[in-house]
Nanobody, 126 residues
Framework: QVQLVESGGGLVQAGDSLRLSCTAS????????MGWFRQAPGKERELVGA????????YYVVSVKGRFTISRDNTKNTVYLQMNSLEPEDTAVYYC???????????????????WGQGTQVTVSS
């Protein structure tokens, strides 16, 4: 059984930092692209960042560039999202997701991800 478990969310003030972690089990972690998505109240789910199998290629949505960093440790089956300079607009449920390698399926579409975590709440107060 594949399982993705997020941790590290919480309530912080604007300008603070958080590091989210997502640990995977039941799959060969290094064979998957990993993504972090978020969904804020009243808004659609959006891709925040993604990282390829080796960590050598990353993507960030424009709104978090320069503030968030995605990384992975394949020896620990874990992907991280370091979030700095948090803003109230970052408030959302954050999900990690895994996408099997496939030349024909892009990482920007949430429909192309095979497995999802349960989500962790991030709340940023002003």
């Amino acid at each position: 059984q594949v399982q993705l478990v997020e941790s590290g969310g919480g309530l912080v003030q604007a300008g603070d930092s958080l590091r989210l972690s997502c640990t995977a089990s039941g799959l060969t972690f290094s064979r998957y692209t990993m993504g972090w998505f978020r969904q804020a109240p009243g808004k659609e789910r959006e891709l925040v960042g993604a990282i390829n199998w080796s960590g050598g290629s990353t993507y960030y949505v424009v709104s978090v560039k320069g503030r968030f960093t995605i990384s992975r440790d394949n020896t620990k089956n874990t992907v991280y999202l370091q979030m700095n300079s948090l803003e109230p607009e970052d408030t959302a449920v954050y999900y990690c997701a895994a996408k099997a390698f496939d030349y024909g399926l892009g990482y920007r579409n949430d429909g192309n991800y095979d497995y999802w975590g349960q989500g962790t709440q991030v709340t940023v107060s002003s």
